[in-house]
């Protein structure tokens, strides 16, 4: 803990918001979850991806849905793929913004292509369905079994 701190003081933004969450984890203390959350915004609003992917899942766990995806937006674009495959739910779903599934495909790949096991599924899905792309079975089962390679199983 005190090498993180020195981190923190070093100004180093991960280590702040690494601190931020070990300060929310400690629910029998709501001073240092109060200072948790406001280290996790400092480093989201200084432009931690990490953060800010976890300010939108805070949000959207709140169902405020325009400020998840202002945030997780800020991720997306600077490559989070948790924070691109939320995205493209969000124009999947048409939830803040109209629906437009051609741009959720965009978003779906754009994770599916760093490895992120979910996202390949889902792009895997949209080419057996035609979905935002082309119908094209063999690449969409291309993508199923890269995520299943990952040991991703959809529940």
Known sequence: MEELIKKVEAGDLEALFELGIVYLEDESNSDKMELGFEYVINA????????????GTVYYAQEEHTLAFEWFMKAAE????????????????????????????????????????????????CYVK???????????NEWIEKATQQGFVMQ
Not at 44 to 55: R, W
Not at 112 to 123: L, M, N, P, T
Not at 130 to 140: P, Y
Request: hydrophobic share 40%; net charge negative; no cysteine.
């Open 44 to 55: 989201a609003n200084h432009g931690l991806s990490q953060a800010q992917t976890f300010m």
């Open 78 to 125: 600077q490559g989070n793929a948790v924070a691109q495959l939320n995205i493209g739910r969000y124009y999947l779903n048409g939830d803040v913004v109209p629906v437009n599934k051609e741009l959720a495909f965009q978003w779906f790949l754009k994770a599916a292509e760093q490895g992120h096991a979910e996202s390949q599924f889902i792009v895997g899905l």
């Open 130 to 140: 035609g979905e935002g792309v082309s119908v094209n079975e063999d690449l969409g």
